[in-house]
């Protein structure tokens, strides 16, 4: 069993940032592989970005590529999430993910086994 608590939400005005925190525990976290998911009212959970269990290899949505970057810690069993440039279409809630089989990051809701609670995140205009 893998737990996940994000963290990191909030207001923000469009064009600035933010910082997802995903804190991981109940398995050896190297052998995890993880992803950022959001959903926004009335649309389907759609992939952000996702990581391989080491760190090396990561993907990311079209709508968020050079915006968004994700990162872990093998160390403090940690995922993150910056954000920055932040648009009004980017305001949904943000679900951490967690996937045991494959040797690449998640990339489909399928793919996930485990999933956080999520947190809101509302880009202002």
């Known amino acids: 069993q893998v737990q996940l608590v994000e963290s990191g939400g909030g207001l923000v005005q469009a064009g600035g940032s933010l910082r997802l925190s995903c804190a991981a525990s109940g398995r050896t976290f190297s052998t995890i592989a993880m992803g950022w998911f959001r959903q926004a009212p009335g649309k389907e959970r759609e992939l952000v970005a996702t990581?391989?269990?080491?760190?090396?290899?990561?993907m990311y949505g079209d709508s968020v590529k050079g915006r968004f970057t994700i990162s872990r810690d093998n160390v403090k069993n940690m995922v993150y999430l910056q954000m920055n440039s932040l648009k009004p279409e980017d305001t949904a809630v943000y679900y951490c993910?967690?996937?045991?089989?494959?040797?690449?990051?998640?990339?489909?809701?399928?793919?996930?086994?485990?999933w956080g609670q999520g947190t809101q995140v509302t880009v202002s205009s």
């Open positions: 990581i391989s269990r080491g760190g090396s290899w990561t």
């Open positions: 993910a967690a996937a045991i089989s494959g040797t690449l990051g998640p990339r489909l809701v399928d793919e996930c086994d485990y």
